[in-house]
């Protein structure tokens, strides 16, 4: 798999990456050359194959809906890098 | 203080007063003094507080109220919440977070009266095969310092191997408990997918990780399993059917067992030729023994590892979105708005392997390319499934070395991504299709650095894979490295 700069950044946007002038031949190499590796998969035929989604054996699990103990704000807030005791603080969003 | 290898050898003597918690976890304490600074397997340790819980445990020995696994001293992973204690994943994203729960698989093994010493050294977010990828720096293996612990829980094997603790948990989503274990001389075991509860485990393949236990002993893997596992309101993935007795596994064997063995686990070219003796020696144990053991072919052996990282890379492109900036863990100081912010925080925040992870696991996920990438793999690992289940039918167990090779030298493998991953070619395809698998001691190389030897079971068929793995550690001749 050949992947360009442009796609290389694409990618890195949507990952919420920035990639610096320097890592972008390493990072460019390294990533053909696993996808390619990747692409061994094509040789199996899977035509009638159903892709397996689920490795889990319970289906649907539920339970009651009960009023049960919750994470208090003060501890949601704790790790925050920024917050105002009642929210968490990011830079402005909306003009 | 003696060399304990069970828990049992342990609660013995704290019934008849010949050793104490207390006595215990100053040792433990005064082993990771000495060798920490070395061999850098934990990333925090809970000195005071172990002291002060031993001290309670020795009051509910002496009342007769103690938990099942008074007298075990524990390290934990540096991925599993501990409330008010740090929690990393030996990532800068998550630069002082502190727990605000605890893991289920903790809380459980505390209501036992477990001790937990420390946090233990990984790879960044559980991605690696050698424990050279942490935030924290390079961990290195007790039995030759100039190599590699395994990994990617390199620091929970290497401080059951140093006798910093008696035993750790870990996590394996490709091999991260088996490989360092089996690296370390030590036993590392993978339940089942869904056996134990993931609730507090920080994710990174979602539909791959389980939480494992690393110890000296199989009596002690089986112990802290049947106190983990088991239903969970916290967690929908976990399975709901009864725990079994893996404690009481006497008699719960059939004889002759039919076992397969990987054929590539014997004859492959890039295999080290002491693993391929070791492994030719236990089969002869078990033919003498009068079982039934034969060669298995998995024709799709060469297809796990690319199915494998498709689809790992994109769960933790999916998961690892969450560290953002926003709500916890590391934000960037030179964003001007919301967008750079969080391309800063994580740019600045994530190492190497784990961007490199994100991105390929972004592009196997992007419209252009998801149907040729993430869809085939899950095609091909029904495939797996199915193929794997077909060996089961007709075998009790699927024996092969846990890893091609012994511990490898530090910075060996580190400029190849490609070469790196292989080193998980023989422990992926137990996450791959779910099933439990095992690696155990089997001696040493020519270089004294020791073998895993991995047995896979089938799924829920732990009690039975543990009774095979107690029978067949007793014919082992090796001692297991002692540092």
């Known amino acids: 798999m050949q992947i360009d700069k442009a796609t290389l950044h694409k990618i890195a946007n949507l990952a919420r990456l920035e990639i610096t002038p320097e890592e972008e031949a390493p990072l460019l190499q390294s990533l053909e050359n696993v996808l390619s590796w990747m692409e061994h998969l094509n040789e199996l035929d899977t035509d009638n194959v159903a892709p397996l989604t689920h490795i889990s054996s319970e289906i649907n699990v539920m339970r009651e809906d009960v009023v049960g103990d919750h994470l208090p704000r003060e501890q949601g807030l704790y790790n925050a890098p920024s917050q105002d005791g009642t929210y968490f603080r990011v830079p402005k969003v909306i003009e | 203080m003696k060399y304990y290898t069970s828990l049992r050898e342990i609660q013995a003597d704290l019934n008849d007063g010949s050793v104490s918690c207390r006595q215990l976890v100053a040792y433990y304490l005064k082993n990771i003094e000495e060798k920490n600074a070395q061999l850098n397997a934990f990333v925090a340790v809970y000195g005071e507080e172990a002291r002060q819980r031993a001290e309670e445990i020795d009051l509910k020995i002496a009342a007769g109220k103690a938990g099942r696994l008074a007298g075990m001293v524990v390290g934990i992973k540096d991925v599993l919440c501990y409330k008010d204690h740090g929690l990393q994943a030996g990532s800068n994203i998550l630069d002082g977070f502190v727990s605000q729960f605890t893991a289920t698989a903790v809380q459980r093994i505390l209501d036992e009266d477990a001790i937990i010493i420390g946090r233990q050294n990984c790879d960044e977010f559980a991605m690696g095969s050698s424990n050279e990828n942490s935030a924290f720096g390079v961990v290195r293996n007790a039995a030759d310092v100039t190599r590699v612990p395994g990994g990617s829980s390199g620091g929970s094997a290497v401080a059951v191997q140093a006798d910093m603790c008696l035993a750790s948990l870990g996590s394996d989503t490709g091999g991260s408990v088996r490989q360092p274990a089996a690296f370390c001389g030590l036993v590392g075991f993978k339940p089942t997918y869904g056996r134990i509860s993931r609730w507090g485990l920080v994710a990174y393949g979602s539909s791959f990780d389980c939480i494992g236990p690393i110890t000296k002993s199989v009596e002690d893997a089986a112990l802290l399993l049947e106190i983990m596992a088991g239903a969970d309101e916290f967690d929908s993935t976990v399975s709901t059917q009864p725990v079994g007795d893996y404690t009481h596994l006497s008699g719960l064997l059939k004889h002759p067992l039919r076992i397969g063995y990987l054929r590539e686990g014997v004859e492959s070219e890039g295999l080290q030729p002491e693993m391929k003796q070791a492994m030719l020696a236990k089969l002869e144990v078990l033919r003498e023994q009068g079982h039934t053991v034969e060669p298995v072919d998995f024709d799709l052996l060469s297809y796990i590892l690319p199915t494998y990282y498709i689809l790992t890379t994109a769960e933790s492109s999916s998961n690892l979105s969450r560290f953002d900036g926003v709500?916890?863990?590391?934000?960037?100081?030179?964003?001007?708005?919301?967008?750079?912010?969080?391309?800063?925080?994580?740019?600045?925040?994530?190492?190497?392997?784990?961007?490199?992870?994100?991105?390929?696991?972004?592009?196997?996920?992007?419209?252009?390319?998801?149907?040729?990438?993430?869809?085939?793999?899950?095609?091909?690992?029904?495939?797996?499934?199915?193929?794997?289940?077909?060996?089961?039918?007709?075998?009790?167990?699927?024996?092969?070395?846990?890893?091609?090779?012994?511990?490898?030298?530090?910075?060996?493998?580190?400029?190849?991504?490609?070469?790196?991953?292989?080193?998980?070619?023989?422990?992926?395809?137990?996450?791959?299709?779910?099933?439990?698998?095992?690696?155990?001691?089997?001696?040493?190389?020519?270089?004294?650095?020791?073998?895993?030897?991995?047995?896979?079971?089938?799924?829920?068929?732990?009690?039975?894979?543990?009774?095979?793995?107690?029978?067949?550690?007793?014919?082992?001749?090796?001692?297991?490295?002692?540092?």
């Open chain 2, 327 to 483: 709500r916890y863990g590391h934000r960037s100081s030179n964003a001007e708005d919301l967008t750079s912010l969080y391309k800063k925080s994580r740019s600045e925040g994530f190492g190497k392997e784990v961007k490199r992870r994100i991105m390929l696991g972004t592009f196997v996920l992007s419209a252009s390319y998801y149907d040729a990438y993430y869809t085939k793999a899950q095609k091909v690992r029904r495939l797996m499934k199915e193929q794997t289940d077909r060996v089961f039918e007709k075998y009790d167990f699927l024996l092969m070395p846990t890893t091609p090779t012994t511990a490898f030298p530090i910075g060996d493998k580190t400029e190849d991504p490609l070469q790196m991953y292989l080193a998980d070619i023989f422990t992926v395809q137990a996450n791959v299709v779910g099933n439990p698998a095992i690696s155990i001691p089997n001696g040493v190389d020519a270089q004294g650095l020791p073998m895993g030897l991995q047995i896979m079971g089938k799924p829920f068929g732990e009690a039975e894979l543990l009774a095979f793995s107690n029978q067949i550690t007793e014919t082992n001749t090796a001692q297991p490295s002692v540092a």
